[in-house]
């Protein structure tokens, strides 16, 4: 298996079926875990130097922090029902804990923390909802935690991708911190398959090919993306889900087209408009 791909596991007392952190995928920002909760089951956990943004991917629950509660937030039971989802943001030197209404599948997306902005709900009509690219790269993209939101270092979206279709394309890449032109970004990607048996086709990529690997991705893992560009396939009969989570030194995503690939964009929306 690729060292890029982290497998879920059976789930721990906890609940917890996946987990990475700076240490283990080495590098410096991004940290993300995922928890299969039973209905009535509870997590308690300290933010410590963190910040976290708590995303219902499926199911419901109660959310506490320091200095809020929501009670009953969810609606999706599925993530391929393609509403948004209810999420939390949780600021540094905090804490949250989560008790399930219903079997729950929760993503927890950390990254470094100041303390900055206080608890609060991303309810599904504060997520922005745009379909990006035309053709067989279009894809549907929920905004949840975008740029122009307040968060320390955190950004989150979560893109649905049609069976037979490509996304995270053009093949872009935002691995330098030479701004404005590319942000550095770290990040994961948490794919989900439907039917859940099936399989995703992601390449991660730099431009003198010192990393260059093509991946089989199954349901529930993750994919680490240090650098370089990393495509995103959907082979026909499958529908693919994936999460992003990116931090970086500033927290902006400005990404660099694969200038080998950038024309197909330029056809696609070309085409679209005709």
Same mark, same amino acid.
């Given at each position: 298996?690729?060292?890029?791909i982290?497998?879920?596991q059976?789930?721990?007392?906890?609940?917890?079926?996946?987990?990475?952190?700076?240490?283990?995928?080495?590098?410096?920002?991004?940290?993300?875990?995922?928890?299969?909760?039973?209905?009535?089951?509870?997590?308690?956990?300290?933010?410590?130097?963190? @910040?976290?943004?708590?995303? +219902?991917?499926? !199911? %419901?629950? #109660?959310?506490?922090?320091?200095?809020?509660?929501? /009670?009953?937030? &969810?609606?999706?039971?599925?993530?391929?029902?393609?509403?948004?989802?209810?999420?939390?943001?949780?600021?540094?030197?905090?804490?949250?804990?989560?008790?399930?209404?219903?079997?729950? @599948?929760?993503?927890?997306? +950390?990254?470094? !923390? %100041?303390? #900055?902005?206080?608890?609060?709900l991303?309810?599904? /009509?504060?997520? &922005?909802?745009?379909m990006?690219?035309a053709?067989?790269?279009?894809?549907?993209?929920?905004?949840?935690?975008?740029?122009?939101?307040?968060?320390?270092?955190?950004?989150?979206?979560?893109?649905?991708?049609?069976?037979?279709?490509?996304?995270?394309?053009?093949?872009?890449?935002?691995d330098?911190?030479?701004?404005?032109?590319?942000?550095?970004?770290?990040?994961?990607?948490?794919?989900?398959?439907n039917?859940?048996?099936?399989?995703a086709?992601?390449?991660?990529?730099?431009?003198?090919?010192?990393?260059?690997?093509?991946?089989?991705?199954?349901?529930?893992d993750?994919?680490?993306?240090?650098?370089?560009?990393?495509?995103?396939?959907?082979?026909?009969?499958?529908?693919?889900y994936?999460?992003?989570?990116?931090?970086?030194p500033?927290?902006?995503?400005?990404?660099?087209?694969?200038?080998?690939?950038?024309?197909?964009?330029?056809?696609?929306?070309?085409?679209?408009?005709?």
């Amino acid at each position: 298996m690729s060292r890029l791909i982290v497998p879920s596991q059976q789930p721990d007392h906890e609940g917890n079926v996946l987990r990475v952190t700076p240490k283990s995928a080495g590098w410096e920002y991004v940290g993300f875990e995922v928890y299969v909760l039973r209905k009535g089951q509870m997590l308690r956990k300290e933010t410590g130097n963190e @910040e976290a943004c708590l995303v +219902l991917l499926s !199911g %419901k629950a #109660t959310v506490s922090t320091k200095q809020a509660r929501w /009670k009953h937030i &969810g609606e999706r039971m599925n993530v391929f029902e393609k509403t948004p989802p209810y999420s939390v943001y949780v600021p540094s030197d905090d804490f949250y804990e989560v008790a399930a209404i219903t079997d729950l @599948e929760l993503a927890v997306c +950390l990254a470094p !923390g %100041k303390g #900055t902005y206080p608890a609060r709900l991303i309810a599904p /009509k504060d997520v &922005g909802v745009e379909m990006r690219g035309a053709g067989n790269i279009e894809r549907k993209i929920h905004n949840i935690l975008p740029e122009q939101q307040p968060a320390d270092s955190l950004l989150i979206v979560e893109v649905f991708t049609p069976e037979g279709n490509w996304s995270s394309y053009p093949p872009h890449k935002h691995d330098q911190d030479n701004l404005p032109y590319e942000s550095y970004l770290e990040e994961t990607y948490y794919h989900k398959i439907n039917p859940d048996y099936g399989f995703a086709v992601q390449r991660v990529y730099t431009d003198d090919r010192s990393l260059d690997e093509t991946m089989i991705v199954k349901n529930s893992d993750v994919v680490l993306v240090p650098k370089g560009y990393h495509p995103v396939s959907a082979p026909p009969g499958y529908e693919v889900y994936y999460l992003n989570v990116m931090a970086g030194p500033t927290r902006t995503w400005k990404f660099h087209n694969d200038p080998d690939h950038e024309w197909v964009m330029e056809s696609k929306l070309a085409t679209k408009q005709s």
